[in-house]
């Protein structure tokens, strides 16, 4: 089995950051690319960034230059960085990973739970 668990949510002021974090656990042979999302009340859930296993990273446009994805491969963990946040960045963020599990032929999507960001003042 694998789950995959984030932290670092809450409540931020507008121009403030938060650091969301996800961890993968469970028989996990490798991890491909793991991802953001978040989904804002009726809105769809949209990617806001990725990262390769070898570290390359790509944003939504609505995030360059504030938003900062990384990982630790030891830690099988993903971590987004929030910085100038915005009321419009209120949403549930999800994580997901592409994570081939020990003695499985392929790689399947695993999803977190999500954690609620909100910016409000």
């Known amino acids: 089995q694998v789950q995959l668990v984030e932290s670092g949510g809450g409540l931020v002021q507008p121009g403030g950051s938060l650091t969301l974090s996800c961890r993968a656990s469970g028989s996990i042979w490798s991890i491909n690319a793991m991802s953001w999302w978040r989904e804002a009340p009726g809105k769809e859930r949209e990617l806001v960034a990725s990262?390769?296993?070898?570290?390359?990273?790509d944003y939504a446009d609505s995030v360059k230059g504030r938003f900062t994805i990384s990982r630790d491969n030891a830690k099988n963990t993903v971590y987004l960085q929030m910085n100038s946040l915005k009321p419009e960045d209120t949403a549930v963020y999800y994580c997901n990973a592409n994570i081939h599990k020990i003695s499985a032929p392929n790689a399947y999507s695993y999803w977190g739970q999500g954690t609620q960001v909100t910016v409000s003042s």
């Open positions: 990262i390769t296993s070898g570290g390359s990273t």
